[in-house]
């Protein structure tokens, strides 16, 4: 069957007048040595492209789509029909989901995990036969109402069990899948009030939980990246991966730095009160930028919007970001994005990829030109100059020391300072993304 009655979508060029085509991403264009299909990876959402019905707190779902007049596994199937038609029509090479998004839970874990099976085996023999990779998938242990007080974090035994044997059971289906990553999302990872809460114990749990996932890894042979997605809050008012920052320092508390790095998502860059890029840049100097899930939000709503990503300045600075780290690796840029509301038709969907694939592209064409032609480099290097030679070299080296520093204060005016030019940079920013 189906469901899609576009054609599939070629790269037309920017004086293309077709919708239906991409005007700035090329697959097969090389950027600074290697294509852009190489560089973006790009991936589908299953959650919010086959899943998401449209609802909202205050309305019932909007959505027209092929799948929903089937029920239960039958439904879970067509969606997996839907999702490589998908991929294939938009020569997206990637996918990513939850359990629970691919098939229905269960009256008990067992026949959760037979459903499960049935959906493995499908997605297993579309994958061999389309090329399409499963970038990452994950667990989704926030939505069903036993984990109302967290899953890695809960104050029952019992729901902890639960979770580590769905745990186990997701790491056995990427491996299967062939992952090439694997996401933990801590969605209720967090709390409401610490007059009710055992932080350290949470804490504590919690990074028992990511041990045993990767020693259960290791036992199987599933080699994938473990990545962790950093979230402020939402649906928790506290939760513990708050930002890329504070989730690294928890890594590291715990001695599991050598086997995460970070999924970063620009909407909840937003929500922590940072910027993508900010994001992005704390995960690569700490060697931890796994992959990126594509995303904007709204600056006038104070939630996770997950709208699609058009704000070319914010995919410049993260490819800028991207770029100088040397790239993603194994990760990608997974769309975790969700056309609006009143966008319900099919070809919406399409557009909606449309507009993000093009819109990274010409982010990584400006920030690629940035790099080349050292737009950023030499005033950066002058601003910092003076580390390079006398005290602020004895500061970089390790020499100076506060005796020394303050025989040279006293000894020395301080210099003239110099303009941080942050006006001039981004007239050039601006320059340089209206110019490729």
Known sequence: MTYFSVDRIQYEGVASGNAFAFKRYNPSEV????????????????????????SDPFGAGTMVRGWDKYDGLDRSKARVEANFEFLEKLNIPFFCFHDVDIAPEGESLRETNKNLDVIVAMMKDYMRDSGKKLLWNTANMFTNPRYVHGAGTSCHADVYA???????????????LNAENYVFWGGREGYETLLNTDMSLELDN??????????YAKEIGFHAQFLIEPKPKEPMKHQYDFDAA??????????LQDHFKLNIEANHATLAGHTFEHEIAVAAMNGMLGSLDANQGDLLLGWDTDEFPTDL????????????????????INFDAKVRRASFHMDDLVLAHIAGMDSFAWG?????????????EEIVAERYRSFNDGIGADIVAGK??????????????????????QELLRLKLSEVIFSV
């Open 206 to 215: 919690l990074a028992r939980l990511y041990h045993m996932a990767v020693d």
């Open 162 to 176: 639960y979770a580590a044997a769905q745990l186990k059971k997701a790491l056995e289906v990427g491996k299967e």
């Open 400 to 421: 100076a020391t506060l005796q020394s520093l303050e025989q040279y204060a006293l000894n020395n005016p301080v210099a003239r300072l110099q303009s941080g030019r």
């Open 31 to 54: 950027v600074l040595g290697k294509t852009m299909e190489e560089h973006l990876r790009f991936a589908a959402a299953y959650w919010h492209t086959f899943n998401a019905n449209g």
């Open 364 to 376: 990584l064409k400006a920030a690629a030109k940035i790099i080349e032609e050292n737009i950023l």
């Open 313 to 332: 300045y914010a995919t410049t600075l993260a490819m800028l970001e991207v770029l100088k780290a040397g790239g993603l690796g194994r990760g990608g």
């Open 246 to 255: 504070t989730t690294i320092m928890f890594l590291q508390k715990y001695g």
